[in-house]
């Protein structure tokens, strides 16, 4: 479980199942990533569920691993590696993490809610769902 990135497989699911399933889901994820237990996720604990699926430990997540820790579908995953790779050079890294962090911290608490987390990604499935015109 740990080693999953959070937001992929939630939007993987979410993709074939009712929103309230996957607000469940998206909670279940985000109590992973939290792993101090106290209903915010900072910045190192996202930090850390996405290098959990860096397998040759060099900081970069490239899609190859980012699809394997995942399982996502072909077509989905790419198309949210793509979104989450916010500077288009091919890996996850620092960089990345940091612009996710502050996309979902919309209030700007230095931490992301468990309310901020399943509205991001509610958000994200509507958006990548557009770019998939047989889903949904
Ligand atoms: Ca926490
Ligand atoms: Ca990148
Ligand atoms: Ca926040």
Redesign the pocket.
């Known amino acids: 479980m740990l080693r999953l990135l959070v937001l992929s497989v939630a939007i993987t699911v979410a993709l074939s199942e009712s929103i309230s399933t996957v607000d469940v889901k998206v909670k279940t994820y985000f109590s992973a990533m939290d792993k101090d237990g106290d209903g915010?996720a900072t910045y190192e604990e996202l930090t850390n569920s996405v290098l959990a699926m860096d397998t040759d430990k060099n900081k970069k997540v490239i899609y190859r691993e980012y699809a394997k820790a995942t399982n996502a579908d072909p077509i989905l995953g790419r198309l949210l590696f793509n979104y989450l790779d916010s500077d288009a050079d091919g890996h996850l890294d620092d960089d990345d993490i940091t612009v996710t962090f502050h996309q979902?911290?919309?209030?700007?608490?230095?931490?992301?809610?468990v309310y901020?987390f399943v509205t991001a990604f509610e958000s994200m499935v509507a958006l990548v769902s557009q770019a998939i015109p047989q889903v949904g």
């Open positions: 915010q979902f911290d919309v209030d700007h608490s230095g931490g992301i809610s901020e």
